[in-house]
């Protein structure tokens, strides 16, 4: 399937560029280098390649969509993964509705990444006088290949509310709940509270809680690493979340804009994955997911319209995240079984944008950019401690 992508994306170019009007295509591609792209407390880098195609064509009453990505890693080549979705909606000036199907393929080294996502959802848009009122209902069965305990319902809502007011101030303020409901009941209240898988690594990596010993990077060692699994018992965990987000037109050309966040756990315990090994940042689902923990997230935007048109926007988030079941580490070995993990990230970001007009080959624009990003995360528990400086240029062509 992978090796079919650049035919696929050629054969699609061909039918847009013979005037297929009810085709919408695009080809795009990510080069970036990251310091420390898994999160080790240890940087390791590696340049990274996403390449990215999407289909999309309307029938009038409805559209479809197929999007592909493939990311490549040099330096960790076992990491590589292809990820596809595709999907059904139909939409309005006032609402949305469809359906998608996704599913993510990796080499066999990391084959416990594969997992798949069917989602239905909706939107709607409401227009009173004073103000605009979104709300959005998701149902989504989430299926892991290798990991059945973690296979789930995942259940959410959200209401919006936007005003904005004649001094060019705009107030949006949100508030959503989740719910999620896990399928497989592997344990009982009398068992432990946690289960033990074995895993084949592949030798990259730097160890990390639950693991059987210490793997040094480029040294071709494996060996099975612990995964433990939290609160196996629970079968169901609530969230809900809140944001209100002010923004500010200073200028004609300048934006500033502040936000607020705040999750709250509501009942139950999310499972919690730990030990398995360092994830990529798109791997979240599996090692960092929101549901497991409660966090307070302010942060501050301010974007500049330079000639030319180009965009520039530069941002700064800080997050403070309580676990829920997550025990921290003390050192690399000790576990403390007192208290839970807790962290403080900080990312500050640049980005520059830049959309142009591009008519060859029955293209339509191109949209360049450029951004920078620092992370530095700060954790009670030792293996949580990482810092990550990326740098990424992008390529957008639209047809």
């Known amino acids: 399937m992978i090796n079919k992508m650049p035919y696929l994306a050629l054969f699609f170019l061909i039918l847009v560029s013979k005037g297929v009007g009810q085709f919408q295509f695009s080809v795009s591609t990510n080069q970036s280098y990251e310091s420390n792209p898994f999160r080790f407390v240890n940087d390791e880098a590696s340049w990274i390649a996403d390449y990215n195609f999407n289909l999309q064509y309307d029938f009038d009453l409805f559209l479809i969509s197929y999007q592909g990505g493939y990311s490549s890693f040099a330096q960790f080549s076992d990491r590589n993964f292809y990820q596809q979705q595709f999907a059904g909606f139909k939409r309005s000036d006032s609402y949305e509705m469809g359906f998608y199907f996704q599913n993510r393929i990796n ?3 990391y084959s416990f990444y594969d997992y798949a996502t069917s989602s239905i959802y ?14 959005n209902a998701d149902a989504a069965y989430n299926n892991y290949n290798e990991l059945q305990d973690l296979n789930h319902f995942l259940l959410s809502g959200l209401i919006k509310l936007q ?20 399928l497989n009941t592997l344990a009982t209240e009398q068992e432990s509270a946690s289960i033990q898988y074995s895993i084949l ?11 059987r010993g210490r793997q040094y990077p480029g040294m071709g060692y494996s060996d099975s690493l612990g995964v433990f699994i939290s609160q196996i018992p629970a079968l169901s965990v609530g969230q809900l979340n809140w944001y209100v987000r002010l923004a500010q037109s200073v200028f004609d050309v300048t934006g500033f804009a502040v ?3 705040q999750s709250i756990l509501t009942d139950g315990n999310n499972r919690d994955l730990a030990g398995l090994t360092y994830n990529y940042a798109d791997e979240s689902q599996f090692f960092d997911d929101p549901m497991g923990y409660e966090q307070k997230t302010f942060g501050v935007e301010v974007t500049q319209i330079l000639p030319a048109i180009i965009q520039l926007k530069a941002g700064y988030y800080y997050t403070h995240k309580d676990y829920a079941v997550q025990n921290r580490y003390v050192d690399d070995v000790t576990l403390d079984e007192q208290q839970l993990r807790s962290d403080d990230r900080n990312i500050m970001w640049l980005a520059l944008l830049k959309r142009f007009n591009f008519h060859i080959l029955g293209g339509q624009f191109l949209t360049a950019s450029l951004d920078f990003q620092k992370l530095i995360n700060k954790s009670n528990s030792y293996f949580y401690n990482y810092k990550n400086t990326s740098l990424n240029f992008g390529l957008t062509l639209e047809f």
Do not use: C, D, H
């Open 163 to 182: 005003k904005s007011f004649e001094t060019r101030s705009t107030i949006i303020a949100g508030l959503s709940l989740k719910y999620k409901y896990y």
């Open 259 to 261: 936000q607020y966040s």
């Open 107 to 109: 080499n066999q080294s």
């Open 201 to 211: 690594g592949n030798g990259y990596g730097q160890g990390g809680p639950g693991m």
């Open 122 to 135: 909706f939107n709607k848009r409401f227009n009173p006088e004073y103000l605009v009122v979104f709300i």
